[in-house]
């Protein structure tokens, strides 16, 4: 699977990942309303808010990006309506060829792990009956109870073809609290990078990447530098940019010398664009799609001046 979205990227030339974290304050009003009329203001409006406004962003970009990556949280709030959501956006981004990366943040040992493996990238067996429960490419991981948390997601890797993306260094202002901290002389998440990398030298693609990929933000340049050359075999999910602060400038160093090497997420940037002073006067609420292919197109272009 990470040979598919590398070949995607290189063939679009373009590294960014759509995040689909849909908020209602992100939804036009239009859309809202006629789901609201329907079902009044409740969790099965959501689901359907949610859904029909996913679409109209799939649409508009899917001919431009490889890839679009879901943040269940804002699915799974709405309970079993927002989890029917969730599936049914995957479903249909799949259907428009997109890789799809299930951003979960599981962590878990033993059975459950297993359960949760099972669920998300391989199947559930029901006496003997296997069932596939979402239709995930990649998933999100916590890698802080070791590889006990980690091994039961490789061997479903393997069979299905999947991948992963294990958190190593993370965006939000507060992660060197615990991921800076001084461990024997180096810092913890360079000791979680290293043995990311050890535990995906088994899952080493055509491309030169591991199925066991990293999640490196976007607004630790500095860190992000260190962590490529630290981790050559290991493929980057990169948050942060845009709306969090990342530049361009600062994704450099997480690109090696053919500018592959990571996948970039932009998530209110580009599906909340209309919002942003940059489109709001070209664009109307009901073309919020254009605006989201508009800030696609930007982001590809902004990109490439440090792949190149």
Same mark, same amino acid.
């Not at 029917?84 to 799809?100: E, F, H, P, Q, W």
């Not at 461990?183 to 998440?189: A, D, V």
């Given at each position: 699977?990470?040979? =598919?979205?590398? @070949?995607?990227?290189?063939?679009?030339?373009?590294?960014t990942?759509?995040g689909?974290d849909p908020?209602?304050?992100?939804?036009?009003?239009f859309?809202?309303e @006629?789901?609201f009329n329907?079902?009044?203001k409740?969790?099965?409006? =959501?689901?359907?808010?949610?859904?029909n406004f996913?679409?109209?962003?799939?649409?508009?970009v899917?001919?431009?990006?490889?890839?679009?990556?879901l943040?269940?949280?804002?699915?799974e709030?709405?309970?079993?309506?927002g989890?029917?959501?969730?599936?049914?956006?995957?479903?249909?981004?799949?259907k428009?060829?997109?890789?799809?990366?299930?951003? /979960?943040?599981?962590?878990? /040992?033993a059975?459950?792990?297993?359960?949760?493996?099972?669920?998300? /990238?391989?199947?559930?067996?029901?006496?003997? =009956?296997?069932?596939?429960?979402?239709?995930q490419?990649?998933?999100?991981?916590?890698?802080?109870?070791?590889y006990?948390s980690?091994?039961?997601?490789k061997d479903?890797?393997?069979?299905?073809?999947?991948g992963?993306?294990?958190?190593?260094?993370?965006?939000?202002?507060?992660?060197g609290?615990?991921?800076d901290?001084n461990?024997?002389?180096?810092?913890?998440? $360079?000791?979680v990078?290293?043995?990311?990398?050890?535990w995906?030298?088994d899952?080493?693609?055509?491309?030169?990447?591991?199925l066991?990929?990293? =999640?490196v933000?976007?607004?630790h340049?500095?860190q992000?530098r260190?962590?490529?050359?630290?981790?050559?075999?290991?493929?980057?999910?990169?948050?942060?940019?845009?709306?969090?602060?990342?530049?361009a400038e600062?994704?450099?160093?997480?690109?090696?010398?053919?500018?592959?090497?990571?996948?970039?997420?932009s998530?209110?940037g /580009?599906i909340?664009?209309?919002?942003? $002073?940059?489109?709001?006067?070209?664009?109307?609420?009901?073309?919020?799609?254009y605006?989201?292919?508009?800030?696609v197109?930007?982001?590809?272009? @902004?990109?490439?001046?440090?792949?190149?």
């Amino acid at each position: 699977m990470i040979d =598919v979205l590398i @070949d995607k990227i290189i063939k679009l030339e373009n590294p960014t990942v759509v995040g689909l974290d849909p908020r209602l304050e992100y939804i036009p009003a239009f859309i809202k309303e @006629d789901a609201f009329n329907k079902y009044g203001k409740t969790s099965k409006a =959501v689901a359907d808010i949610f859904l029909n406004f996913c679409k109209v962003i799939i649409d508009s970009v899917y001919d431009l990006v490889p890839a679009v990556k879901l943040q269940i949280a804002m699915f799974e709030q709405f309970g079993h309506d927002g989890i029917r959501s969730y599936i049914d956006v995957i479903n249909y981004a799949k259907k428009k060829g997109l890789v799809i990366i299930g951003d /979960i943040k599981r962590s878990d /040992i033993a059975s459950t792990a297993e359960a949760y493996s099972n669920g998300h /990238i391989g199947r559930i067996n029901i006496e003997g =009956v296997e069932l596939q429960t979402y239709n995930q490419d990649f998933i999100t991981l916590n890698p802080y109870l070791g590889y006990d948390s980690i091994e039961s997601y490789k061997d479903n890797c393997m069979k299905y073809k999947k991948g992963l993306f294990i958190l190593v260094k993370t965006s939000n202002p507060n992660s060197g609290q615990l991921q800076d901290l001084n461990i024997g002389g180096e810092k913890l998440y $360079e000791r979680v990078g290293s043995l990311v990398s050890q535990w995906g030298e088994d899952l080493i693609g055509n491309n030169g990447y591991s199925l066991l990929g990293a =999640v490196v933000g976007a607004t630790h340049p500095e860190q992000g530098r260190e962590l490529r050359k630290l981790m050559p075999h290991t493929f980057f999910l990169v948050p942060g940019y845009g709306a969090q602060g990342g530049t361009a400038e600062d994704l450099r160093g997480c690109f090696d010398k053919d500018g592959v090497g990571a996948i970039i997420n932009s998530s209110r940037g /580009i599906i909340a664009a209309y919002k942003d $002073e940059k489109y709001k006067h070209k664009f109307s609420e009901e073309e919020f799609g254009y605006a989201a292919r508009e800030s696609v197109i930007n982001m590809k272009e @902004d990109l490439l001046k440090v792949r190149s």
